[in-house]
């Protein structure tokens, strides 16, 4: 169906004149800076994914860095935790309790002797029999605090201070993974499909936080809305397929009612008489595939027919 109206034409009593409206994307970076790079021009297509724009991140790129960096220093202190004692100072506490047992043997051969001196009548003394006995003793306790030394050394941190650096790792990639987010923020993808509608900031221009830098139109975002009447508004249905007509484009465009306004756009200020119901209208909303939503253009007039619709 192609339909052709001048300005002093009326519309056939079965079309309801409408435009096509469309939601825009407005594309912006959480951070302010310089714009370092604007990727695409106005008027162009774009797909998911591609670059659109590029703010300076000297500073975000600076903290990201020393984010990792501290990050790979608490992930060092676990490890050294976990270890224990370097193998060097494990050696010489290995080195220092065998020192202390082979004392410790002559200590317990001189104890003998020195005991069995003692019963030959007038061989020894008493008091070197105490002083080999008193040798003896402190040599024992020399190995057996080398040996818990060497234990200690050979466990590592205690539980309580490995779990601390456990939490300070987890610390430090939380805030790395924060650094990164704000470094990627300065740097934004095309999030859908579409049309580049505006760009508002040349390069080289300071970009406010949060002020949109580029301006999408994807197909699935454009629409047409009609108004009707209260009379017709029965006969119509969420999911109603439509026709719709746009001038110069013959044939018609297949539609389907997306949204149906709950309360009037216009009302009068008088309770409803019978003649001014017939001034109530309601919005509907009509969506199309996106190959069909392609062609079509914000602010383009268009006449509608609603199929079964009086």
Request: cysteine-free; proline content about 3%; hydrophobic content about 45%.
């Given at each position: 169906m192609f339909s052709v109206q001048t300005g002093c034409d009326k519309a056939p009593v079965d079309l309801v004149q409408g435009y096509v409206e469309g939601e825009y994307v407005y594309v912006a970076s959480p951070y302010g800076g310089a714009l370092a790079t604007l990727s695409v021009r106005r008027g162009t297509e774009v797909t998911a994914g591609d670059a659109l724009f590029a703010l300076e991140h000297i500073s975000e790129k600076a903290a990201r860095d020393e984010?990792?960096?501290?990050?790979?220093?608490?992930?060092?202190?676990l490890e050294d935790r976990?270890?224990?004692?370097?193998?060097?100072?494990?050696?010489?506490?290995?080195?220092?309790?065998?020192?202390?047992?082979?004392?410790?043997?002559?200590?317990?051969?001189?104890?003998?002797?020195?005991?069995?001196?003692?019963?030959?009548?007038?061989?020894?003394?008493?008091?070197?029999?105490?002083?080999?006995?008193?040798?003896?003793?402190?040599?024992?306790?020399?190995?057996?605090?080398?040996?818990?030394?060497?234990?200690?050394?050979l466990l590592g941190s205690r539980t309580d201070q490995v779990t601390a650096a456990e939490a300070e790792v987890r610390a430090k990639e939380a805030a790395l993974a924060k650094a990164e987010w704000d470094l990627a923020q300065k740097r934004q993808l095309a999030p859908k499909t579409g049309l580049v509608f505006d760009t508002l900031y040349r390069e080289g221009e300071w970009v406010p936080a949060g002020r949109p830098v580029v301006v999408l139109l994807p197909p699935d975002h454009?629409?047409?809305?009609?108004?009707?009447?209260?009379?017709?508004?029965?006969?119509?249905?969420?999911?109603?397929?439509?026709?719709?007509?746009?001038?110069?484009?013959q044939g018609s465009l297949p539609g389907t009612v997306s949204y149906i306004s709950p309360k009037a756009e216009y009302t009068p200020p008088m309770l409803y008489s019978q003649g001014s119901r017939d001034k109530l209208v309601f919005m509907v909303e009509?969506?199309?595939?996106?190959?069909?939503?392609?062609?079509?253009?914000?602010?383009?007039?268009?006449d509608v027919r609603f199929n079964g619709a009086p």
């Open positions: 984010a990792e960096r501290k990050l790979s220093q608490a992930r060092a202190n976990r270890k224990g004692k370097r193998p060097s100072e494990i050696a010489s506490l290995r080195a220092q309790l065998q020192q202390a047992q082979a004392a410790l043997q002559l200590s317990l051969r001189e104890v003998a002797r020195q005991e069995g001196l003692a019963a030959v009548p007038g061989a020894a003394v008493e008091v070197e029999v105490d002083r080999a006995r008193s040798a003896r003793d402190q040599n024992q306790q020399r190995v057996s605090q080398l040996e818990a030394d060497l234990n200690t050394a454009i629409k047409v809305r009609v108004f009707v009447s209260q009379l017709r508004l029965g006969a119509i249905r969420l999911g109603d397929a439509v026709q719709v007509m746009v001038d110069g484009v009509v969506l199309f595939e996106q190959v069909v939503a392609m062609n079509l253009h914000p602010g383009q007039p268009v």
